[in-house]
């Protein structure tokens, strides 16, 4: 069964580091998406990507974040500078459309000291 | 505002206990979707239900079953028979139609704690 996949599973970094989190949605999916979990907490949505564009994005995702689909399977979460208050659980999911449902990989942890 | 509220924090049942997990929505758009995660130990994101705003009729899958109830805005998960297996936190999520948003808005969850 087609799964969303991300690397690197684990990731430590410092504050002020650039982080790049990846993602290969299914492969038949059109749109795609960043969530973030601190620990403990609930989900939170962070952008939605379709057509090669933002369409959709929270109050979290400010300029230090960016989204990107270098090529036809890979899609990418950025943070140009870490704060300590990044460190969460990252994941990414893809739709076959919108509204459909969203699959979610098994999630970036991420740890920034 | 919180659109999604799961009220119960942390529930503990004896193995083979029934268990009920409420979920509470707000939205103001007559075309909806509501869904129900489960996230185990291992921390992936797992799905479990998706129902839109039209379809209110109660659906069961093996010991799992809900009930979406509009005129509550209550759309409610029942494990009956309860597990070991079945010991993980269960978010509940609303994605309303207007404007395109295909954002999912989740609830606090649920961890539910089987007890052998």
């Known amino acids: 069964e087609p799964e969303v996949t991300q690397t690197p599973s684990h990731q430590v970094t410092q504050m002020g580091q650039e982080v790049i989190l990846r993602c290969v949605p299914i492969s038949n999916h059109l749109y795609f998406y960043w969530y973030r979990q601190i620990l403990g907490q609930k989900v939170e949505f962070l952008v939605s990507?379709?057509?090669?564009?933002?369409?959709?994005k929270s109050e979290i995702f400010d300029d230090q974040f960016s989204v990107e689909r270098p090529d036809g399977s890979n899609f990418t979460l950025k943070i140009r500078s870490t704060k300590l208050e990044d460190s969460a659980m990252y994941f990414c999911?893809?739709?076959?459309?919108?509204?459909?449902?969203?699959?979610f990989g098994p999630g970036t942890r991420l740890l920034v000291l | 505002a919180q659109k999604v509220t799961q009220a119960q924090t942390e529930i503990s049942v004896v193995e083979k206990e029934d268990v009920t997990l409420d979920c509470v929505y707000e939205?103001?758009?007559?075309?909806?979707?509501l869904f129900w995660y489960k996230q185990p130990p291992s921390g992936e994101l797992v799905f479990l239900i998706r129902r839109n705003s039209f379809d209110e009729q109660n659906e069961i899958s093996g010991r799992y079953s809900w009930n979406f109830q509009k005129s509550t805005s209550s759309f409610n998960f029942t494990i009956t028979a309860s597990q070991v297996v079945d010991s993980a936190v269960y978010f509940c999520?609303?994605?309303?139609?207007?404007?395109?948003?295909?954002?999912?808005?989740f609830g606090k969850g649920n961890q539910v704690v089987v007890i052998p």
């Open positions: 999520a609303l994605s309303e139609a207007g404007g395109g948003n295909n954002r999912l808005a």
């Open positions: 939205t103001r758009d007559t075309t909806y979707y």
């Open positions: 999911a893809s739709s076959e459309r919108g509204q459909e449902t969203q699959y």
């Open positions: 990507f379709y057509n090669n564009e933002i369409s959709e």
